[in-house]
């Protein structure tokens, strides 16, 4: 797969997520049942889950040969992405489980915006047009 389509399947699924995050604002803004917020966090999350496995399976050997960043974009996903997605993953199912709904509300949303920032970071630091590209960059040295 070339560098330009994982990067388009790789956007396609963000945007797949923030329909998602639109549908569990929805049901915090609607102060929905319990259980109802609960299944909009659990699909959430269990898309969240499939995109973290797959962006990390295609994107570390990618980047790393990438550019002359390339072992910095690797360390970046290393120290900070598995683990945000971890923090992420497991804040979205607990505040899902609070025994208050609007305490579980409030909770839910914070960790929302902390996926929206997440990803709006990924697409600046990982995913932009020029880290993910189908064309070989060559820089000629012309020296005397």
Not at 86 to 94: D, H, I, K, S
């Amino acid at each position: 797969m070339k560098p330009s389509q994982i990067r388009a399947e790789l956007l396609e699924q963000h945007a797949a997520l923030r329909g998602l995050i639109k549908d569990v604002r929805c049901a915090i803004e609607e102060r929905s049942a319990r259980e109802e917020l609960r299944g909009c966090v659990e699909r959430l999350a269990t898309a969240l889950r499939g995109h973290n496995k797959y962006e990390e399976g295609v994107l570390r050997e990618l980047i790393k040969n990438v550019d002359a960043w390339g072992p910095a974009r690797v360390e970046i996903m290393d120290e900070s992405h598995v683990d945000e997605h971890t923090e992420v993953l497991a804040a979205l199912l607990g505040t899902s489980g609070a025994s208050d709904v609007a305490a579980a509300g409030k909770g839910v949303a914070a960790v929302l915006g902390r996926i929206e920032s997440h990803m709006a970071r990924e697409e600046e630091v990982l995913l932009g047009e020029d880290v993910l590209r189908d064309d070989d960059i060559v820089i000629e040295y012309i020296g005397g």
